[in-house]
């Protein structure tokens, strides 16, 4: 017992270092992980666990981007205001869409939400909601300084803030997933058959789980938009769905710490692949992907549990459900 | 503490500030060799046709180092990709500032990306030169000092149309037809700019679209029922082709003043109907790089020679790579002003002192001037003609 409250000082203690050993724009770069970490938390909950592949989480970071920024400039609540009804929102969004798309299944849902993620920065650029979202201009979010008596910077603040949020809902999705939430999620994503003969109503575990999903990607956004402090329909192009799914994947779809490690793949595989070849970032950058899921088939977090072992071992018949989407790749703990 | 003998030192040290030349740690990014620069640009994604702009960039800085850099400094310009994203233009510039340690950022692409970083710039007191958008914003010097803009406006396009109607056809009935946006209403703006007090007497009916309107077909309609005989109209491509293909379907011949936004040959006209827009007027403040009447022009001579040399094989019918060209030489002109103090605060003092800059790929007259209280710096476009195959300019070069 003792040791296990020493590891955990010392895990906080590694997360809290950087704040006074790093400058500005590294602490940035971790702010951002800390808020992709969240969203990609959110997409594994639905797809990593729940076995439903979503496309579309892009549009629930951007929803509670938008809440936040909207909620500041036009009803000057307070930023950690915000971030509560911001998950909220978009819990409610979840479970709306969730409700008939998860009766869809694989591909199928996978379209459906993609489709949600191409929609949503055209309806942010729409007219009738011009007067809060600003259209094509963006809305500028003025980010907080650290409380007064506090000696940080505000790069410093953010980033502490940002990694406390984090924290919390690494902490209650742990919880949650260890509990009869999980083990229903988990026999829906294995074999929802089975999981259905044995009384699980696997329609409300899945909205459910996609609801809790959509609001922790919407936090996740709602950190985004204090961290870069603009929020603009360009910012969630239906390029960012497919990045927190990407981060999702090689980090481990069904590990908490492989939310982590994806989005720090996220955030700086695509700089690192600039730095390799400037002209086609983009050939680096799917090499380098293609090479991540050929070597650690159940992701990074996968790999350092196992070991590297080569090449994604042939699917056993067991594993071939129609629910789930991404055959031996997908881990469980 | 701030008392009377502070203030006296401040101000007696801001007065002597010209004599003294400035220390190496007053300005970041600068060595007794070099010049850092920084730029973001979407070299990827689906707005990565403008990625020739920055490529062009870079190119000038590579002539301009063989010909022994500026004031004896060579010049470093880093450009990073932003893919359009917000998001990632803070990131990307954050870098530059904070790691790179550039002295400031030139040429950052897309009305958004540069919005992201407007007030982190000026907050900090970095140079945020020459973007590369047409937002009127970047001229506002008064809140926004550290900002500049480069190509004429939205607003300032429309006021040159306003003025050359005053001029030209004063009785003239104004239809307008714009979409409902900033980018829209900033001609609106720019008319009543060009049109003064004449707007309300002028200017008979004001009518927008939305984009996501299927087609403007009504709006044609009614502009038609009012009798005007001039329309301008500020459309994006798309409803730019239809407003072009409609008013020719309803056998209506306004004098039509088209937003150099959706001028294109490939985008707007042809769609159109080349013949459907023949008469179509629009500004022009570049040579273009296919028109012939340039082929000895000496000016666009010396673009093509740079590009032979420094862009071999790019695409030279690509006028992304003559408004490189342009705005970098622009940049070169500040830096060389600066002389020996690099410092941040004397390249924006500098960048808003050019008087009658002349670059080679702008459309002759047209001059690059900035002052404390211009933030704009080119103010001046010729208005061209379609005639049915070609632009054909017309007319002198008007200010806004």
Partial sequence: MAARTAAVVLGVLVLVAPAFLLSGYNLFQLTMVAAYAVAILGLAIVTGYTGQVSLGHGAFYAIGAYVTAILMTDFALPYWATLPIAGVICAGVGFAIGFPALRLTGPYLALVTFALAVAVPQMLRAKALEAWTGGVQGIVVTAPDAPAGLRLSQDQFLYLFTLAVALLLFGLARNMLRGRMWRAMVAIRDQPLAAEAAGIDVARVKTRAFAVSALFTGVAGSLGALAVQFVAPDSFSAELSIALFVGLVVGGAGSLPGAVIGAAFVQFVPNIAQQVDKSAPGVVYGMLLVAALYFMPAGVAGALRNGLRGPAPRRSAATKSTTKPQGGTIHVE | MLNRRTLLTAAAATVAAPAIIARAEDMPGVTATEIKIGNTNPHSGPASAYGAIANADAAYFRMVNDQGGI?????????????????????????????????????????????????????????????????????????????????????TEAAIYGKYLLKAKPDAKVAVLYQNDDFGKDYLIGLKDGLGEHYGKMVIKEVSYETTDPTIDSQAVTLQGTGADVLVTAATPKWAAQTIRKIAELNWHPLHFMTNVSVSVGAVLKPAGEANATGLITGAYQKDATDPQWANDAGMKEWLAFMRKYMPGADITDNNHTYGFGVSMTMAQVLKQCGPDLSRANIMKQAASLKDLEIPVLLPGIRVNTSSTNFHPIRAMQLQRWSGKGWVLFGEVISA
Wanted: one cysteine or more; glycine letters at 10%; proline letters at 7%.
């Fill in chain 2, 71 to 155: 004031n004896g400094r060579r010049i470093n310009f880093i450009s990073y990709d932003d893919g359009y994203s917000p998001p990632r233009t803070v990131q990307q510039t954050r870098r530059l500032v904070e790691q790179d340690g550039v002295a400031f950022i030139f040429n950052g692409l897309g009305t958004p990306c540069q919005t992201a970083v407007h007030a982190y710039m000026n907050s900090h007191k970095i140079p945020q030169l020459f973007v590369a958008t047409g937002a009127d914003k970047w001229g506002d010097y008064a809140h926004f000092p550290w900002t500049m803009g480069w190509q004429p406006s939205y607003r």
